[in-house]
């Protein structure tokens, strides 16, 4: 049976992800409230975000968000960035951090993506899931899915990378080429 759902999944999603925002404080629907926020170009904080766009979680099931990520991304006319890594990997700490501190990129990154971090590691590596991915070389690895579920780029985030820093400018161009309105002719 999760064979089943997952060959759905990466049939309608070619996985890459989203789920609804943890908005809790308002009576609007997560998804309107996503995608108001994005129309609006307003700033998105981390508390807005869904608890999967925040940490990794070993305990979170991947393919319920994947069925949730179809529905927001299509709603918020983005495309969706699912982030592999765990909490042991320094490098995802690293982006994290490059992000934090550069917030006109990471408000970018979340006007043009949904994001979904996927947890491998020594307590949950998600094989089932991550079988259903092309293969990754290194972490933290990326996918870029365009709302309607085709995959439209595999990334080596050290691609990133200049003189072993996370790059402004490599990020400004990642979000420039991979965002919806630039990958709807693909």
């Known amino acids: 049976m999760k064979k ?7 049939t309608a999603l070619c996985v890459t992800l989203v789920s609804p925002l943890s908005y809790a404080s308002s009576k609007v ?16 904080t981390s508390e807005q975000l869904p608890l999967y766009s ?4 070993d305990q979170r099931d991947p393919f319920k968000d994947a069925v ?20 042991w990997c320094s490098w995802c700490k690293k982006m994290d951090a490059f992000l934090t501190e550069n917030p006109d990129i990471y408000q970018s990154l979340h006007s043009e993506f949904v994001l979904l971090k996927i947890n491998v590691s020594d307590s949950n590596e998600n094989t089932e899931f991550m079988n259903g991915l092309p293969p990754v ?6 996918y870029v899915s365009t709302s ?3 995959m439209v780029l595999s990334k080596d985030t050290a691609e990133f990378l200049n003189s072993g820093e996370y790059s402004r400018e490599q990020w400004i161009t990642f979000i420039d080429q991979w965002k919806a309105d630039s990958t709807k002719h693909l």
Not at 54 to 57: A, P, Q, R, T
Not at 70 to 81: G, P, Q, S
């Open 54 to 57: 925040k940490i990794f979680d």
């Open 68 to 87: 949730a990520a179809i529905e927001l991304a299509k709603k918020t006319d983005r495309n969706v960035l699912l982030k592999i890594g765990g909490n």
């Open 137 to 142: 070389l290194g972490y933290p690895h990326m």
């Open 29 to 44: 629907s997560s998804e309107n409230a996503v995608k108001a926020l994005v129309e609006m170009n307003a700033v998105i």
């Open 148 to 150: 309607a579920g085709k």
């Open 4 to 10: 089943a759902l997952l060959s759905a999944v990466l």
